[in-house]
Every structure is written in C-alpha cells, then in structure tokens.
C-alpha cells in the first residue's frame, strides 16, 4: 500500500459489495461510466472495513475517513491556553487504525493550527506505509511565495513524514479564478507544487471546493492544465439537492467530477454534526424505518453508496463517535434506489427549518471583539432543531419556551461573548466557506434575542 432589526413570526419561519455498491448508488450515478473507485471484495456484515480502490493509483483508502478538526482541546495549565488532548487523540487513533481507518486529513489551519502536529504524534506510532496523510495549503492569510512556502514545508515536520499522499488547495470557489489564482497561481505556489508532484513529495494533487456552480465550472476547467489527482466537496443528503445560495448541490459536483472521472473526497457528511440531531419529525422517520440504526449512520450511509466517492471525512471527537461510524462502514451496507429517494424526502424535511448553515469550522474566529460565532450559531440550531424556541406569543408553551430560551442563552454563551456586541466589522466574512453573511445573522439573533428580552415576539 502506498502510503457555514426586529424579527416577526412569520420572519423568523422564513429565515429561521462492488456490485452491491453499484446498484444502491444507480439512482444517484451518471449512467454508463466506469468510476474511478470500485468497491473492495467483502462479505457484507462481516465487520471488515469498507475499502475503495483508487483507480488512478491502486490506492486502498477506508471509505471512512478521520477529519482531525475536531478533536478534544484541554486548558494547559501551565500557559493557559487551550491545547489538544494528545492522550485522547493517541487513543482514538489507535482504536482507528485497529477498525481499519487508514486515511488521517488535517491542515495548518484546524484547532489554532495544532492539529497536524497532533495528527503527526499519533500517526507516527505506526508504519508509514499503513495510513495515508491528507494535509492542505491553507495559505488565507498570507499568500506570498515564502509564506506559503514555509507552511508547506513545515507540514512535513509536523506530519513527520516526507510525503503526502493527497494534498489539496485549502476551500477554494467563493471568489472563482481570480481568487484562486491569487493565493496559488500569481505567487508561483501552482508551478512550485506540480514539480513537488513531480518528485514524488506529494502523490495525488487536489483542492476542497466551497461555492457558487459558476465558481465551480471556472475552476474545474483548470483540470486540463493541472491534472488534478482528486477533488474534495462538501457532500451529504442536505446539500445533495437542498444547499445553500451560497454553495452548489453537490449532485451536480459529484456529476461534473464523475465525468472527469476524478476520485471524489468527501467534507461535511454530518454537517459539521448537525446531521447528527436532525429534527423531531425527521428522526421518527429514521426510526421507523430501522429502531436499531443511528441517526447519523443514515447520513453515512447516503455519502457512501456513491461509488466515485472514495473516503467519506468524519471529525470523530469521543470515542462513541469513532465506534458508531465502524459499525456502519465495517460490513458497509449500500442504499438501494428506494432508500436514497427516502433520505430525499428526508432532506426536504429538515430544509423547513429556519437553521442557520453553519459547520462549526471555527475559520471565522477569534473574532476581534471575543464573540463566540460558531457557538451562538450552534446554540440556535440546536434550539430550532429541538423545537425548543419560542416562535410567537401564540404558542401554548411560549412562556416557558421564552424563559428557557433566554437563561440557556446566557448559560452557553457568556454576556461578553454574545451577539449583541457584534460591530460588523466583518473581518470574519472572508474565511466562511459557507458563505454566511455572519454579521446579518448574528444581528438576526440578537434582534431575536432582544424581542424575546422585551416580550415582543
């Protein structure tokens, strides 16, 4: 093996086996193309891990793949700081590599740019040739040639590795080619790295796309120049058909990139777990149709019943996280037809409620003046998706509704750190890959919040 003013009620609603494989995935696959990835042979339910095979290369990579962006942080004493649990990441690790995980994506950029050190410690334990490296040129802030320069090289030290097996230009499409050649072509960093492709320093070439179709077709017409070895998008049954104005229906990536016949990497299956909680009324009809099956092992399943994806990213945190994920991708059961129109009808469920499209990335913080973006964004889904806000005075439960509502707020969100003290300075809208118009929608919740303050909902 080759190693996301005052507000009305009805305002807030608004806004608010290889073979088996190919025949779940037939509803969702361009008919009449190889892919480029094929299922390994196993005997389905019989707890091995579920392999692809990379066509281009013979790469033998776990359908599930660990996203290290999520991992546990502790406060180190002795500076205060916030700091990754390499105990906890070592552990989680292990029990990965002995499930058969064997593809690790990292980036400078993840948990305060202490994740590919951590990744470099845990991976190192084991042979270099049993798991695959996936780090990112994650160059938003500073894209001059040495800058650049220094974080690629400095991956390798971190990684303690002198290759990596997929390399990708970090969340380029919201701005198209001017944006991209900006911080890789313009700088010279696209020449640079095709002759470290060339040298056998990086084996498989790629990028992590985040916006507009237009965005998209402009960037994937650099494959003729480029070659790309793979492409990595953000994929899950939400965003299949149902994604935001900001970002492209990955139906459309997956078809576009299986005419290229290019391997697919997947981002964001859960969401950035959000797909883990769905509402009320979506997970009773999960549960219906099998009592036994985690909520997010449906998200899972959708993800890898199409076979030109070739691992799917999960940012497995505990361990219950890691071993619910093994249980549905060791002995992989495939969707069939029926299913995936299923978790169609699923997503048009969940796309009712007023959420807010954020993954939980942390790309925007800190925020300058110390609110706590992602976590206040969370507060509220977790609310709307729980039923658990109050919507109008109306409501037989209002009162209590209100008054949970306001003493969680202040319980999760300390008084500083709150939305309210957003300027709009709007420093943080350049690095959301989701688009998000952070400012308006921070403002759309301490407006919210206010009214519910107020009681003029």
């Known amino acids: 093996m080759e190693d996301k003013k005052n507000i009305s009620r009805r305002d807030f609603m608004k806004v608010a086996g290889a073979g088996a494989l190919a025949v779940g995935a037939a509803a969702c696959a361009p ?151 900006q911080r890789y072509v313009d700088n010279g960093m696209m020449d640079f790295l095709l002759k470290e492709r060339e040298a056998g320093r990086i084996r498989n070439m790629g990028f992590s796309f985040h916006g507009r179709q237009d965005e998209f077709d402009e960037l994937i017409k650099t494959n003729d120049q480029y070659h790309w070895d793979f492409v990595q998008i953000e994929m899950n049954y939400i965003d299949w058909r149902h994604a935001n104005a900001s970002n492209t ?108 499209n954020c993954t939980g990335c942390k790309y925007c913080m800190p925020c300058p003046y110390g609110i706590n973006i992602p976590e206040i964004f969370a507060f509220y889904n977790k609310c709307v998706t729980e039923e658990k806000y109050p919507q109008s005075r109306e409501q037989d439960n209002y009162r209590k509704l209100r008054k949970e509502y306001l003493r969680n707020y202040d319980k999760a969100i300390p008084t500083l750190r709150q939305a309210d003290h957003c300027i709009a300075c709007r420093q943080c809208m350049p690095h959301c890959p989701q688009s998000i118009q952070i400012p308006n929608e921070l403002q759309r919740i301490d407006h919210y919040v206010e009214s519910l303050k107020q009681d003029t909902l």
């Open 31 to 181: 008919k009449g193309k190889a892919p480029v990835v094929t299922a390994s042979a196993h005997q389905t339910g019989d707890g091995e891990m579920e392999y692809h095979i990379n066509n281009r290369n013979g790469d033998k990579v776990s359908l599930l793949g660990y996203g290290c962006m999520r991992w546990q942080m502790k406060r180190d004493e002795s500076t205060g700081r916030q700091i990754i649990d390499q105990d906890s990441v070592n552990a989680l690790v292990s029990r990965a590599m002995e499930g058969g995980v064997n593809y690790y994506d990292t980036s400078p950029a993840y948990l305060q740019g202490q994740s590919e050190k951590a990744a470099g410690i845990a991976l190192s334990r084991y042979p270099r040739k049993s798991y695959y490296i996936a780090t990112k040129l994650s160059n938003f802030n500073n894209a001059t040639p040495e800058a650049s320069k220094e974080m690629y090289f400095d991956s390798f030290d971190q990684l303690q590795t002198d290759y990596f097996d997929y390399y990708l230009m970090h969340s380029i499409g919201s701005g198209g080619y001017r944006a991209f050649s």
């Open 249 to 356: 229906n990955a139906e459309y990536l997956y078809e576009q990139l299986d005419k290229l016949e290019l391997p697919i990497t997947v981002m964001e299956p859960l969401l950035g777990g959000r797909l883990s909680t769905v509402p009320e009324n979506v997970a009773k009809r999960f549960k219906e149709r099998d009592p036994d099956a985690s909520i997010p092992s449906w998200a899972f399943r959708f993800v890898g019943s199409h076979p030109r994806v070739l691992t799917a990213l999960s940012g497995m945190t505990y361990m219950e996280h890691l071993e619910d994920n093994l249980k549905t991708f060791r002995g992989f059961h495939p969707m069939t037809e029926e299913e995936l129109e299923f978790m169609n009808e699923q997503a048009v469920l969940y796309s009712e409620f007023p959420m807010i």
